[in-house]
């Protein structure tokens, strides 16, 4: 039997690759991905994978052709590459119910942020830097990748188990976050002045100035109810986002 090749699609990274290293593929600001089968179907509805909450990633990493390191990827530029594999395996039209009405959206006019180059303080480098408006104070900071995000989960959950009233996500990310203070770039030094020293109004700023201009999937989108009424609504990503009759 003639060996059958998958055929795949080029996907633009809002990042445009400008943040990666040059010896890495990402910098080339594009992913090669294939269309989704039914091996890829299993994936969606293993259990354990649910359960777990690896089942998009193990997704994703299945459906990328280009030679790349997943974790390496950016928060933004994976969310491009979850958007586009929904894309490739079921079509644009993506509908979902919302409070009892059927919702439909076209992803295909799902803006990309495009990151700003004059951000970055070196080409290649995922650095950048902003000063905390209260405490005038200067620090840099990166866009978090695959393995950041999840290193953050992990740390939280284990801090949860520590004490279950506790919520440190906010403060946990802004640990992973930042990577100098006054030119301070020492782990410790970042945490204890997060935990101890930051601003609740500084903290705020920040992460209204990384929101502002962070390379993404634009995921929300204005929807009118029966009632005439106008809303902002954000796209739901599940395993039903990709797919939408399993049941799951």
Known sequence: MEEFKFPTESVELP???LIYPKDNPLSSGKVEMKYMTAKEEDILTNQNYIKDGSVLDRLLKALIVSKVNYDDLIVGDKNAIM???RVLGYGADYTFKYENEE?????GELETKYLDESKLIEKG?????FELPHSKMSIT???LCNKDDRSVKNEVRGLQKLNKKSNPE???RLKYIITSINGDSDSKTI???????MLARDSRALREYIKDFQPDIDLKFNHESSDGIVEELTLPMTVNFFWPDSGL
């Open 103 to 107: 919702v439909t959206v076209d992803l």
């Open 170 to 172: 906010l403060s946990t």
């Open 125 to 129: 480098v995922n650095n950048f830097s």
């Open 15 to 17: 990042s445009k690759g």
């Open 141 to 143: 900071f990166k866009l």
């Open 191 to 197: 945490r204890e002045f997060v935990d101890k020293m």
């Open 83 to 85: 958007v586009a594999a």
